[in-house]
Each structure stands twice: as C-alpha cells, then as structure tokens.
C-alpha cells in the first residue's frame, strides 16, 4: 500500500479574509416538537447545519462578549506556571483559537514548544535546555495530536458507510478474517462497536515485544476480550488500531492515503498528516523524554508507543495537526459535513456520528462515532448533548458546539519533558469556561437579570425579602434559564420565618416548570441541561411566608453556563407584593454570589 503521510511542506491553513454577519443560533426553528415530557433538549437531528468558512473578525461581529474573550489567553497561561493545587506546569506552552459562527476571535501561541533536553528520574526533575535553545511556541506550531487522532480515523470509516463500503453493523471479521481468527469471541464483534468503544476489547497492550507489524496485529487480536461486545463502555486504543487495520483491508490503501484523500486533501489541511517530514522539524512542539523506546527527547515522531512500533500510522494515534487545520476540520463538523465546498459526509451522516451510541452506560461512555459528547471534564461550560470533541494524551483537544456555534482548540505539549506531572483537565477547562461565558444569554423581560455566576465549589443565595406575609393562596412565579453540571444544583425556597439567615427556616418550594409543549413538576430544586432557553416557573406558598431565596451549590470543578433569573414575581391572588421588573422592589433582593447582569 502507498504511504502518504504529509500534503505540503511547509505553510498552514490561511483564515479567509474578510467578515460576514454572525449569524442567528445553528439549531432549527422548531427543535423541541418531538417532546413534551421533562425539560426541553437539543438532539443531532434538530440540529440546523450552516456551511461557513473561517476568517478572523472581533468578538462583537462574532456575536461574543469582548470581556470574556480576552480573558481566555490568560486562563490558559496560568497553567504554564505550578499553582495551588499543582505542584508542576500543567504543559510549557499551547496554541489557542477560538471561533464562533466561522468567526475566528482568538489565536494565539505562548510558552515554548521546545524547552527540556530530558527527565532526570532519579532527581524527580526536568532538565532544561540552555535558554537560547529554547524554542518558543509559533500559531502555525505542529503538535503531536495523540488520540484526537482517532477522530480522523472515525470520519474515514464513516465515509466507507455512507459510500456503502462498510456496514457498520457487520461483524468485524466479515472485512477482517484475522480478526477473530485465534479468538472465536470476536466473531460477535460489530463495526460500529470499534469506535463507540463497546467492542469489549482490553484498553491497552504492550507491543514493543513483538518484531514487526504482522506480530503486533497478531497480538493485539489475541488478547482475550475483557467483556462481551456491547456490554460494557471500555475505551481502548485497540478498538481504532483495529478499525484502521480493517479499512486499510477493505480499501487496498493505508490509513494515512485514507486520510489524505477523505478529509486533509479536500479540505486543504496542508499541515497535517503522519510522520511528518524533516523540513517541519522546527515548527514541532516536542513531547516526552522517552529512553524506553530507544529515543531521549520525542520531537516529530509520534509519542504513543504503540503508534510508533506500527510505524507511525495507526488508527489511534499519529497524526500531527496546527490549531489552524484542526480548526478546518472542526468548522467541516458544524457546517454538517462540508467545508469550502468540499463535501466529506452527508448531514446524515454527521448527525449520526454525534448521536450517543451508548446511552444508559454513564456519562463517561457517551459517544457517536468515535467522537465524544457531553464530556465536562474538558468541555467544561461549553457542553451539550450535542457538543463533541475529543482529547489526546500529549495535551491536545478539540470541542465543536453546534447549538452555539463555537469551536473551542486548545494544543499543548502538555508531556513535556514527563508524563508524570499529570493529566488533569483544569487547563482546558478554564479557558473553555470563558469562551462559554462569552456566549451572552438576554434577560427574559427586564433589561438586568440575576445570574449566579459559575464559581467552583460555592454556595450563591438570591433572597427576596417581602414586605408582608402572603396568603393561602400566594403563589411565586419566575423566568429561568438554567445550563448547570447535574451535581450543580440551584434549590427554590421559602420561609415563614423572621430570622432568614437561619437555614433551617427555608423549606423547598415545588414547582411547576414550562415551554412551549413541556411542562414538568419538580420538588423545588432544578440542575442540568434545558436546551439554552427561558423557561417559566411557578409554585403555590405557604401562609404566612415572608422571604423567598435560590440557593445554588456548586461542587469542587466543572461548570455549565450557570442559572439566570428574570421577571421574579411574588403574588398574594391576583396583587402583585413583589416583581423584579418594578426597580423599587428589584432593590429589595439580598445577593450574596449573584449579580445583576445584561449577558
């Protein structure tokens, strides 16, 4: 088979020039028709592909709060520095770009993307390279893109679906006899079951043992399956070396053609492919120190062991990208499959590929086709069912929000000069949480509503104080636009009580919530996703209540957009004893973690 690795030599993806307006929200006019029990969703098929090419323009064109976008360089620089809560750099340096509606508002490089000569392991410490060897980070710098590989690999078997190539709910071995060959149990196994990671198949194996690519395939096809296809969400490498090796059988082409053809060619990713050429060497964020595979300083060849002893190309690991061609790639996902009038797959296809293959196994599994959805831990504010994205172990991630239509890439070489410092998510998810936040919500009815803010591990209490008690029949109504992590909670509350500092005199209060066709009751308290949009809400009071309050508690990391409140209005039958929209009453409200807010 041809091996085509890299496109071009030299050179990234150029940003169109020029603006257009930022248009409306990218889901259809009509997206909650098909449901009417429980809050209101956004699912792949309401979903209103808006084909857009990416060029730079401001925030406000881009229909973003300035404020916000400014702040997400920044966020992304403090974990160049140990904090608080860490002892090392979460990663040396990064290149950020951030786009909302084709409108590219944020691209920045900082940090270095070559500074370490090796890891002492003995002394625990990094050892640097002199200063004036150090390499600093570069807007056009290629990074390792890890298991964000995966997605390119996932698209391309995609393509052989939707081409009639593949059928994805074929057993494996039907393309790839040698698959269940020593193995019977991998008879069961289904296409579809490689990439939404269901296949049973264990997450790893070494593979340095083995002498050349036929001994490596062998064994990976050897290892006994940890649980019986479709039982159980277990991520594994396996699962895409696997796909990778089944595509390049029923093609006749490797992996890297398959790519080149499918997806970088026509969509003009210059800067990215396989083992890359020595020519780019100098525009490489270098990863680990890695004397085990017989190399020191990793820089330009992939770093997952497994994708090095396959020779560089493999299904989950290898490709090399810049933020520029990743943002090409993402923008073709929003725009529903095409990109500068290349079309990679069909709406239905896409739609396909971002619906959760396994629901009902935990958060963690939620999944298309081999894209991610709905994962906070990186995703952080800008999570939906519907957002995707996926990450990679050298630092790299990749978030697509089409409700919104923002596009979220954060590269680093987080692994350099070790692994060891850790792998924890923060430094995604600080600069996501801005981009999120820029993304403004519009009072209900008044000019001001009250917002929560999204502060981690934080009690924030709205209390409105009455001028009276209520009678029997007093009932509490409110506008709420809520966007919160499911452990986040915001809980309505009432007391009777002269003394409103004393938390045992609050009560919940039960609601009633609607829009449009839904309606759905709730013991007082509300969290989660209900589509980004204002809903109503009502509740009977008690006799003789004199204060109302919203209490939300947030635990220790991970955000939603956060809970926003409007038109609050406190009624004894028909009169009006308090209304957020009169100032005068308005001015009454104790916020301790709220503020009033425009966006």
């Known amino acids: 088979m041809r091996r085509r690795q890299f496109l071009g030599t030299v050179g990234s993806v150029a940003l169109a020039s020029g603006v257009g307006p930022s248009a409306g929200p990218a889901f259809a006019a009509t997206p909650y028709a098909r449901q009417k029990a429980g809050p209101p969703t956004v699912t792949p098929d309401d979903l209103d592909f808006r084909p ?6 401001s925030p406000q064109r881009a229909g973003l709060l300035p404020g916000e976008v400014a702040r997400m360089v920044p966020a992304a620089e403090e974990y160049m520095r140990p904090g608080p809560d860490r002892p090392h750099p979460s990663h040396p340096g990064f290149v950020l770009l951030a786009a909302r509606n084709g409108i590219v508002v944020e691209h920045a490089a900082r940090g270095h993307a070559l500074r370490y000569a090796s890891w002492d392991a003995s002394a625990g410490k990094p050892v640097e390279l002199p200063r004036d060897e150090w390499v600093p980070m570069r807007e056009d710098t290629l990074f390792d893109m890890a298991s964000v590989s995966k997605l390119f690999t996932s698209i391309v078997l995609v393509s052989q679906a939707e081409k009639g190539a593949v059928d994805l709910d074929a057993p494996v071995a039907r393309l790839l006899p040698e698959f269940a060959a020593s193995d019977p149990a991998k008879s069961r196994i289904v296409v579809r079951q490689l990439v939404n990671h269901t296949s049973g198949m264990q997450a790893d194996i070494d593979l340095q043992p083995y002498p050349d690519n036929k001994a490596r395939l062998a064994a990976i096809y050897k290892e006994p399956l940890e649980n019986a296809p479709g039982e159980k969400y277990t991520y594994s490498d396996l699962n895409l070396i696997t796909a990778g090796r089944m595509l390049e059988k029923i093609t006749g082409k490797g992996l890297d053609e398959l790519v080149a053809e499918v997806i970088t060619e026509p969509l003009g990713m210059t800067d990215t492919g396989y083992n890359p050429p020595k020519s780019k060497l100098e525009r490489i964020a270098a990863t680990e120190y890695m004397p085990w595979t017989g190399r ?29 061609d990743m943002a090409v790639f993402g923008q073709m996902v929003l725009n529903g499959g095409t990109y500068g009038g290349h079309r990679v797959l069909g709406e239905k296809w896409v739609r ?40 990679g172990y050298t630092g790299p991630c990749l978030v697509a929000d089409p409700i919104a239509g923002t596009l979220f890439v954060l590269l680093t070489n987080r692994v350099h000069p070790t692994r060891d410092w850790g792998t924890v998510s923060d430094y995604r998810r600080a600069p996501a949480r801005h981009l999120a936040r820029a993304v403004p919500v519009r009072p209900a009815v008044a000019r001001e509503a009250w917002y929560a803010g999204q502060r981690d591990e934080d009690t924030g209490t709205l209390r409105v104080p009455l001028r009276e008690p209520v009678r029997k029949d007093a009932a509490l109504r409110f506008q709420v636009w809520y966007d919160t992590q499911p452990t986040d909670v915001c809980t309505v509350e009432a007391t009777t009580d002269a003394r409103p500092d004393d938390d045992a005199a609050w009560r919940p209060v039960p609601l009633k919530f609607s829009a449009g066709r839904h309606s759905w009751d ?11 949009r204002w809903l109503h809400a009502e509740g009977a009071l008690p006799d003789g209540v004199t204060g109302v309050r919203w209490r939300y508690v947030t635990d220790e990391e991970q955000q939603g957009r956060g809970v926003y409140l409007d038109d609050i209005r406190v009624l004894n039958g028909r009169r009006p004893v308090f209304s957020s929209v009169r100032p005068r009453d308005n001015a009454l409200v104790r916020a301790e973690g709220w503020k009033l807010s425009r966006d």
């Open 52 to 57: 857009r090419t990416l060029r730079p323009g």
């Open 352 to 391: 396909a590929m971002i619906t959760n293959e396994n629901a009902g196994m935990g958060e963690d599994a939620a999944r298309g086709l081999g894209w991610q959805l709905d994962q906070r831990f990186y995703m952080d504010a800008l999570t939906s069912p519907v957002t995707t994205g996926h990450t």
């Open 522 to 532: 709730s013991k007082g308290d509300f969290a989660g996703f209900s589509a980004r």
């Open 296 to 324: 020191g300083m990793v820089r330009g060849s992939v770093h997952d062991e497994k994708a090095y002893y396959l020779g560089g190309v493999a299904g989950h690991a290898g490709v090399f990208s810049t933020a520029a």
